[in-house]
DNA sequence: ATCTATTTGTACGTATGTATT
DNA sequence: AAATACATACGTACAAATAGA
């Protein structure tokens, strides 16, 4: 076995700890042991403790309170600083509109014919509330922004209202993230009037309908097809995803 | 603006040396300042300056040296490393077989459409010579793992030539290593003896033969099928998926 | 409202390890 | 082989936050 990078101490003892919540099976809000704890039974100086709990607090295992009773705790990852983690990984990528698009056309199709008659009828009404917002052809530039960003939205809450497949929901809404953070930064159509708003609209609300009806099968062509139109007006040539890191949760 | 978490100075460090990467153009290679520098030009204590690298370095954003001419360097994560931190987030999630298995069905014929008739001739060459692994059928209950390893093996090489879809690449990559980290740890198969292996061998080589012929439709079909067949022959009560962390790269 | 105890957060000094020149 | 430049680790002292009396 060659060339294994020598691990130090703050990984290390990372790393024991990861195996006790492994081992013990801790859950959310339980809590590890002290610093000075920590210090005594792994023999090691508080300096290379505080590291390595910066390193499982970076990674999103725990988190820590100051204060009586404080200390560091087991903490279940959001899905926002999953998705920035995520993000990390792909900074030096090189990503392109193409490459979202066809994840999210194998996928989020799925996803629809999932959702089909599973949705009560108020969340399908708060969603359909949401339609409005771009519902009509927006006036300018930062409306088509706007508008952009909202219906993006749309597929995010879909998907976390996801059939029970957190991984699933987690890749669509990553996606989709992605989308909505280059539409802040980039001019991302072709110049010219479109009506991506109410188009997309459009599809939006048959897509309720659909599923509503609890007809997978048309929720899943609609949900195809309106990707494809969404794609289409998308300006592939300012394509590469590279951006800023996103926000950690 | 409510209750935002009072962010400490150690995630300050790093989020500034985060927008030095971002802004600077930074590259993977490209030094940080040092600590010295660091606790001199941000003011902050030495204790401080570790802490952040060790978050950085967490994240996968840097890597650090010693010696002279050492210090911290801008890196690009491996993808080992975002499989480690994603299965993180999924650990408290629950996440079943048939929920990797949805995934997958979306997204490999994808793959293998992509990849048909774009792999040179020596790499199908590679990929058939790693087949013979798992021609035959498995004399224990140790070799079938061995075998469903190999096979999986197969899918991460596909993923890994990637149509040119890095995204793709790693969520079809990170699928197949959960599987795989699965099949170490339990009994994925309702006991009676099946030829898994062979069968998914047979799937595999006709896989090669259309994407070597360039025909994508085919490559699609074959690859949704040998899935499903696949699905059906796992233990769908064995399910749940929360297990052990994955290894850092 | 104040004090007190507990626990993390920050700073600083020193010594050691490690790789380059 | 020695000097240099850097990270690594330790120990201590004190600051800040929070819960409870």
Chains 1, 2 share one sequence.
Not at 103 to 124: C, D, H, Q, Y
Request: charged content about 25%; proline content about 4%; aromatic content about 6%.
């Amino acid at each position: 076995m060659a060339g294994t990078t020598p691990r130090r101490r703050p990984y290390r003892v990372a790393d024991t700890i990861k195996g006790w919540i492994v081992d013990r099976q801790l859950s959310p809000g339980d809590r590890l042991p002290s610093e000075a704890e920590l210090m005594a039974s792994l023999g090691v100086s508080k300096g290379t403790v505080r590291e390595s709990t910066r390193v499982l607090e970076a990674q999103g295992l725990v988190e820590t309170r100051t204060g009586p009773g404080g200390g560091a705790f087991v903490r279940e990852m959001s899905e926002a600083r999953a998705i920035s983690l995520l993000s990390h990984y792909l900074y030096f990528k090189d990503i392109s509109i193409r490459d979202i698009y066809q994840i999210r056309l194998a996928l989020e199709p799925e996803l629809a014919a999932n959702l089909a008659g599973k949705v009560n009828a108020s969340e399908i009404q708060r969603l359909r509330n949401g339609l409005a917002s771009y519902a009509e052809p927006a006036v300018d530039l930062d409306g088509e922004r706007q508008q952009h960003i909202d219906s993006l939205t749309f597929h995010e809450e879909l998907a976390a209202l996801s059939g029970g497949n957190p991984l699933l929901a987690f890749i669509i809404r990553f996606t989709a993230q992605v989308l909505s953070d280059l539409t802040v930064y980039r001019r991302l159509y072709e110049p010219g009037d479109h009506h991506i708003g109410p188009a997309g609209c459009q599809y939006h609300a048959w897509l309720l309908d659909a599923i509503e009806a609890g007809d997978g099968e048309r929720a899943r062509t609609l949900m195809h097809e309106h990707l494809l139109e969404a794609q289409a007006v998308m300006n592939d040539n300012e394509a590469q995803v590279r951006r800023g890191f996103l926000a950690e949760g």
